[in-house]
């Protein structure tokens, strides 16, 4: 996209009636860290999102692969925040007013779920570098900290369990994650069920990883899907980084209000 395309996009996505502005968490508007728990928006990202808030008109929505009670924490959320929030791929919600909602889905797979988690731990026990991160539907196998050989060696390990105990699971890659999870919602859920409640007539919405296509292939003509970093993406916009997608939410604020009140002097 050439410079003179994103600045139409950004006005035109600027103008609009009821703008949702979704975001992917990990890559998006925090950097990936090897203590997942521990990550937190960069200050600039931060900023933005939050003049984003303070605008008529707009909706900000976190929408995540993470568990709802990992992105509240890592989102540094409270009661009162505004912002909306989507965790487990759209499995899970929290709206400003009604708190924490979960979408209606599939049958009750938690037996499986813990069994499933217990045993993925013995069998990784063994490889230095591997966490496996507990999910409200399943679970993650974090291999951030590991070297390629046992990397590979643990997602060898638990694919086979998951297809002997659980084929019917949801399997997912992201960055040097594999999710399981029998829930089969996807950020393509998310955006469609916060488009609708909020009755948006256009969607931007962020991400970085391969989790985050399904939303991005999902947007429609009038959308606007940006992806931050390097790879193949659906997206209409690339972005190289974090602070480059937090100047560009900053100039979608600067445009909307400016737009609002045009007579105010910048």
Sequence with gaps: MSLADRASALRRVAGAERLLVACDFDGTLAPLGDEPMAVRMLPAARAAVDELTRLPGV??????????????????????????????????????????????????????????????????????????????FGFGVHTRRATPAAAEEANARVDALVRAEAPHWRRRTGHSIVEYAFRHEGKDTAVAHLRERLDATCVLFAGDDVTDEDALQSLGPDDLGVHIGAGPTAATLCLPEIPAFAAFLHDLARTRAAASHPDTEE
Aim: charged share 25%; no cysteine; hydrophobic share 45%.
């Design 59 to 136: 909706w900000v929505a976190l929408v995540s692969g993470r568990s709802l009670v990992d992105l509240e924490v890592i989102a540094e959320h409270d009661p009162l925040s505004p912002l909306l929030l989507a965790g487990s791929h759209g499995a899970e919600y929290w709206f400003p007013g009604a708190g924490a909602i979960e979408s209606i889905g599939a049958d009750d797979d938690t037996a499986l779920r813990d069994r499933l988690r217990a045993h993925a731990r013995a069998a990784t026990g063994d490889l230095e570098g591997i966490w496996i991160e507990p999910k409200t």
